[in-house]
């Protein structure tokens, strides 16, 4: 059976919404083992789908985008996952280094250009590790924010950058809320980023991420005086099939 086709991929996700995690990313591991990945920024939710794919042997390769503006204690997070499962976390890096971009288009880009900026240290990097595989497993929820609310578990695109041919976008995390992530988490004593005793609940880059109030939406304080909530890695696939 084609892994790829619509109908199928229609009923998967009806089927998914009922399904224990586990089982979702069983379903990615045997029928695409290593040509699926787990992209995380090492939010809570992406952090439990990487804990328990690996608790339940699911070992995806996992990847990260690192775009030079990271906060230090995201990266000190990053080596705690690391040294807990035993896995190398691969960071994909942008052409150029925060020092040249300043150089060519000018300083502080994020201020004058955030949709120029992300596209350059965060989507460019990700479509090419995309070009070379067949599933994208995601940390996405529903409960994140309006810009997330419709997301399905599993999602077919049209992938035309770089190669054209079909991608899965996996979001086993979607129906998940904030709780039942924090649940897992303190159950499984997951290490987590040490910002969010601070008030951060959505943690990107450094210049573009400040805490947020409890009513806020988890991605609040991200891009603040923009119209923006999102970077762009989960919306350059456009409407999915």
Request: aromatic residues 10%; proline residues 6%; charged residues 25%.
């Amino acid at each position: 059976m084609n892994p790829f086709d619509p109908e199928l991929i229609r009923r998967k996700a009806e089927e998914f919404e009922t399904a224990v995690l586990p089982d979702i990313l069983r379903w990615a591991w045997e029928t695409f083992g290593g040509r699926a990945a787990i992209g995380t920024s090492f939010q809570g939710a992406g952090l439990v789908a990487l804990h328990t794919a690996y608790q339940n042997g699911f070992r995806f390769p996992v990847f990260t985008i690192d775009p030079g503006l990271l906060f230090p204690e995201t990266l000190e997070l990053k080596s705690k996952i690391e040294d807990l499962l035993g896995i190398r976390i691969e960071s994909l890096v942008p052409e150029q280094t925060v020092e040249e971009q300043e150089a060519e288009l000018g300083p502080e880009l994020w201020k004058s250009k955030p949709d120029l900026c992300c596209a350059l240290r965060k989507v460019i990097p990700l479509q090419k590790k995309l070009a070379e595989l067949d599933v994208w497993i995601t940390g996405v929820r529903r409960q994140q924010g309006a810009s997330r609310d419709g997301v399905k578990i599993v999602e077919l695109y049209h992938f035309d950058v770089l190669r054209d041919r079909y991608i899965i976008k996996l979001n086993p995390m979607a129906n998940w809320t904030r709780d039942q992530v924090q649940a897992y988490t303190v159950e499984h004593s997951l290490p987590v980023n040490s910002l969010a005793s601070l008030g951060y609940r959505s943690i990107g880059c450094r210049p573009c991420t400040r805490p947020v109030g409890d009513g806020d939406d988890e991605r609040a304080g991200r891009w603040t005086g923009f119209d923006k909530s999102e970077c762009g890695i989960h919306t350059f696939l456009g409407s999915n099939i």
